[in-house]
């Protein structure tokens, strides 16, 4: 086999595929869509520095995940909550609390902004689905556990 040959198969970019594309809607907080223009300029610039080094590999990389944000961007909602309303809504942080006293607070958000280990939860998650609509003072089924709405704020 010719070195050429095995040069330009190493040179190819791998076939990454396309990024899934939730099927939800694409709710947003404000910081949510801050975020999302966040990575599409970080990409744009990693984007052009790759192209000056002639990386090919990265330049698919980087151009898939555009190509994501992009889409994300373009169907980005905006859901501002009503300020006052103790109904559980996007963009809202909740708080529950179970019989014993322990509690969680969640901030429901959407999907890309979601990061469970600061609290934040997607508003497809199951958890976020069944506190909608819900008013303070409300009791919730969890794994098994009753816990009651205590707050619901923005």
Not at 2 to 22: M, V
Not at 91 to 100: I, S
Not at 113 to 119: L, N, Q, R
């Amino acid at each position: 086999m010719s070195r050429a040959f095995t040069k330009e198969q190493d040179d190819a970019p791998d076939d990454l595929g396309e990024r899934p594309i939730s099927p939800f809607r694409n709710l947003v907080t404000r910081n949510g869509l801050s975020l999302i223009e966040d990575e599409l300029a970080h990409l744009q610039r990693e984007l052009a520095q790759a192209n000056v080094a002639g990386d090919r590999s990265a330049i698919a990389r980087i151009s898939r995940d555009l190509r994501y944000w992009a889409a994300r961007r373009e169907t980005a909602e905006l859901s501002v909550p009503e300020a006052g309303s103790d109904v559980v809504r996007f963009g809202m942080t909740v708080e529950l609390e179970d019989e014993d006293g322990e509690t969680r607070i969640w901030t429901i958000v959407g999907e890309d902004e979601a990061d469970p280990s600061k609290g934040k939860i997607s508003h497809a998650a199951p958890v976020a689905i069944m506190l909608f609509g819900k008013p303070v003072g409300d009791v919730v089924k969890i794994n098994g556990k009753q816990w009651e709405i205590v707050s619901a704020k923005i």
